[in-house]
């Protein structure tokens, strides 16, 4: 009676044996899945990609719209130029984005970065008193200045507006020594700093942006830089917008021209040298779509402002965002094998939206890829497959990882044998009508 038994239990070893073997060769091969669906405007943030290594190009380079198969319409005369969906991180055009260049005040953004860091650190709090010394203090209004007195005792929280609003060299020297003990010891955690979220092609020199050789940096880390200061620290992006702020009886606008200008802006930076030029980072927002613009190398204040509004209004007319799935939505159920449950549903970690010009809206498809069935066990979070987005104007699909959206255990023995039977008749775990 045992030896019957133990051949029984052979030959059923040898058929679930058998049945995974067959398992596993068909599932190598993914099924690919097309959704019926009607995509709807949405907002999302998405990282902005890591960035290339710098390369020197001449300045009468043409625009160009890597992730979009139009052609762009209109005439980009920044010498660098870069525009880019914030939620996305789609880079609808550029110009020269990993050519090393003179930030100029733009810098500022870092300065103010660490000074916010610095407060949510406990370092120093908004009311910290920091003497402004003699070597922060500016002698001259040819720069751009708080206008501080030397010994003035002044309150974190107004340095850091003299900075982004005024845009005040005094300030931002009175900060970095109050911070860092000097300002050149400040400027060296401000590039290690950059360097750590992403900017790895900038190097500081000192906290206000006045020209030194050494002083560089990117486009595209532009772009990094003012996401995380829109993402890290949302509770003083309403400086940036601000239009004017006052110390010591004197009143400064803002020197953001698209704050008066009706396009939605509402940030960040202007930057200005004789060797770098006009420049500037602005975040504009229109019906929930926000962009985020740098330029630079402009040969005036209203060259300037007029290049910003032009391609900021050209990204909203031509590009729109397209939502997919919300974070955590069930977007499908994959038959499951050996678990005990029949079905995995599966998910997107993060709302799952595209960007892409409007007029590829009418032919954009959408599918789902996987294995399918997906063996047992599998745990919550695991990449499971992917959805793929087509369009006429997508140099290459776009690819979203879906993941599993509960744990499922191995089923017992004659689970996993019932199983085995039935994907050797019927190719599935699951009866489908």
């Known amino acids: 009676m045992l030896g019957a038994f133990v051949k029984i239990s052979f030959v059923i070893s040898v058929f679930i044996f058998c049945a995974s073997s067959v398992f596993a060769a068909k599932a190598s091969k993914a099924v690919p899945k097309t959704i019926a669906k009607t995509a709807q405007k949405s907002e999302t943030v998405k990282q902005v990609s890591q960035p290339d290594p710098v390369v020197a190009l001449a300045d009468n380079v043409k625009a160009e719209s890597p992730n979009s198969t139009i052609p762009i319409d209109i005439e980009v005369l920044a010498k660098q130029a870069i525009l880019v969906d914030y939620h996305t991180g789609t880079v609808f055009l550029q110009k020269n984005p990993d050519q090393q260049m003179h930030p100029s005040s733009m810098t500022k953004i870092m300065t103010a970065y660490l000074v916010m860091e610095k407060v949510k650190a406990g370092v120093v709090s908004l009311d910290t008193l920091f003497t402004v010394s003699k070597n922060a203090w500016r002698p001259t209004s040819k720069e751009s200045n708080m206008f501080l007195n030397i010994n003035d005792k002044v309150p974190v929280i107004d340095l850091l507006k003299g900075v982004i609003i005024q845009s005040g060299n005094d300030a931002s020297v009175a900060l970095a020594e109050g911070l860092s003990g000097s300002e050149e010891a400040f400027a060296a955690e401000m590039t290690r700093r ?45 400086i940036y917008g601000e239009k004017e702020f006052t110390y010591g009886g004197i009143t400064q606008g803002n020197r953001n021209p698209l704050l008066y200008r009706n396009i ?47 391609l900021i209004t050209w990204g909203m007319r031509t590009f729109a965002n397209y939502s997919l799935f919300k974070a955590q939505q069930l977007i499908d159920q994959i038959p499951v094998l050996y678990g005990q449950e029949d079905s995995l549903p599966v998910t997107v970690e993060k709302d799952a939206i595209v960007s892409l010009a409007r007029v590829g809206r009418r032919d954009m498809k959408v599918k789902l890829n996987y294995h399918s069935p997906i063996a047992a066990p599998i745990q919550k979070g695991t990449p499971v497959g992917k959805i793929i987005v087509t369009s006429s104007v997508l140099p290459k699909p776009i690819e979203i990882p879906l993941f599993a959206a509960v744990t499922i255990e191995k089923a017992g023995f004659f689970k996993r044998l019932k199983d085995s039977m039935t994907y050797l008749f019927w190719g599935s775990t699951t009866k489908k009508e």
Do not use: W
Not at 195 to 200: I, Q, R, S, V, W
Not at 214 to 220: A, E, F, I, M, R
Not at 266 to 274: F, P, R
């Open 194 to 238: 950059a360097h750590e979220l992403g900017a790895l092609n900038t190097n500081f020199i000192n906290a206000t942006g006045l020209p030194h050789p050494d002083h560089l940096t990117t486009p595209k880390d532009l772009v990094i830089l003012a996401i995380h200061a829109l993402d890290d620290f949302p509770e003083y992006y309403h």
């Open 264 to 310: 939605g802006c509402d940030g960040i930076k202007t930057g200005k040298t004789e060797i770098g030029g006009y420049g500037i980072i602005a975040s504009c927002v229109q019906q929930g779509q926000r962009l985020i613009l740098v330029i630079n190398g402009m040969p005036s204040v209203q060259t300037r402002a007029d290049e910003a509004a032009k």
